[in-house]
């Protein structure tokens, strides 16, 4: 009921008085806890929010848990230049140590790799020589002419044209085998096939005639003739070839 004052009048009650936000209970908790730690302790304690009891356990709460917190920083931010410079210091040893001073398992693997490089060295020479020795020089007969054998001289081009060559070419050799086959069919140029009799081979040694006399000769032979030839060989050309032949 409206009240009335002394002139009989009737006065409205008076609203009552808005609490600003910064005095709420639920702003001072959310700055404590979340936005400013300090200002929410002294709006705390400013207006008096909760039993004396419970603000002191906050207060003190809070403050022991910012000095643990301001001291953890304070020993990390002393600790990671030294953990740095450390670490610097011992890269800088492990690799100074590594370029001075190699392990020892790296020195065993150094000197096996030398051995070892040693030892294929020795075997190639060894091999080199073995197969100089090998294709020796055909034997030499009278008038600078080289008896040679037609498995050889196969077998030698078939190995190593580059060798055989230099082995046999521009050279008058001398070869008793038996005919293969014969190429007469023409005037100007007759062919003699020598093949290998030890084992089966795809080439042959070509004897080529191309004096008048000599063609006749050839066209005189059958397969399987056993014949001597003398000829300058000129190197190899699918088979190796024997020019200005004759038979003897």
């Known amino acids: 009921m409206d009240t009335q004052n002394t002139n009989n009048q009737i006065t409205p009650p008076e609203a009552p008085e808005k609490t600003p936000f910064y005095q709420t209970t639920w702003f001072i908790l959310l700055t404590t806890f979340c936005l400013c730690l300090p200002v929410g302790l002294f709006l705390m304690w400013k207006y008096k929010k909760f039993h004396v009891g419970v603000r002191i356990a906050l207060t003190a709460f809070f403050s022991l848990y910012s000095i643990v917190w301001i001291v953890a920083a304070v020993l990390l931010a002393v600790q990671a230049p030294t953990s740095k410079a450390s670490s610097s210091a011992y890269s ?50 009278a008038g600078d002419i080289y008896d040679v054998s037609a498995n050889d001289m196969i077998n030698d081009y078939s ?5 055989a060559d230099l082995l046999y070419k521009g050279k008058t050799l001398r070869i008793t085998a038996t005919v293969y086959n014969l190429e007469n069919d023409r005037s100007d140029i007759a062919v003699i096939n020598f093949s290998r009799t030890d084992k089966f081979s795809a080439y042959f040694v070509r ?5 008048p006399a000599e063609i006749a000769k050839v066209k005189n032979l059958q397969k399987d003739d056993t014949v001597t030839v003398v000829g300058v060989s000129d190197g190899y050309f699918v088979d190796p070839i024997l020019i200005d032949c004759k038979i003897q």
């Open 207 to 211: 004897c080529e005639f191309t004096d």
């Open 159 to 163: 190995t190593d044209s580059d060798k």
């Open 92 to 141: 800088k040893y492990n690799m100074e140590t590594t370029e001075e001073i190699p392990l020892e398992s790296e020195k065993e693997t150094t000197a096996e790799s030398f051995e070892y490089k040693t030892e294929e060295t020795t075997r190639a020479a060894l091999e080199e020589t073995t197969t100089a020795a090998a294709m020796s020089e055909p034997t030499t007969s």
